[in-house]
């Protein structure tokens, strides 16, 4: 399989796209009252719903699983202080 140029340039790719998203949400509530700034389990799904987090949602065997990519939580963080 040829190597195509975009995948150098940022373009999503579906395998590496599903590995950058390794927080969870429970991770994501502890980071965010590590920071300073709580925020409840629903209010991180909405901040995943609306992108104001770089997440996914995956089908779980209890229903679907929002994934958060860490990169966005320091932008997040400082929106919120």
């Known amino acids: 399989m040829p190597e195509h140029?975009?995948?150098r340039h940022g373009a999503p790719q579906?395998?590496?796209d599903e590995l950058r998203h390794t927080l969870s949400i429970h991770?994501?509530?502890t980071a965010?009252?590590?920071?300073?700034?709580p925020?409840?389990?629903r209010q991180v799904i909405?901040?995943?719903e609306t992108g104001m987090l770089d997440a996914v949602k995956v089908p779980g065997p209890s229903g679907d699983q929002w994934y958060i990519a860490p990169v966005?939580?320091?932008?997040v963080i400082g929106d919120l202080k």
Do not use: F, I, N, Q
């Not at 965010?32 to 700034?37: D, H, I, Q, Y």
């Not at 966005?72 to 932008?75: A, G, I, R, T």
């Open 5 to 7: 140029d975009t995948a």
């Open 14 to 16: 579906p395998a590496t």
């Open 27 to 29: 991770d994501v509530e």
């Open 32 to 37: 965010l009252e590590a920071a300073g700034v």
């Open 39 to 41: 925020r409840s389990r």
């Open 46 to 48: 909405r901040y995943a």
């Open 72 to 75: 966005s939580l320091p932008k």
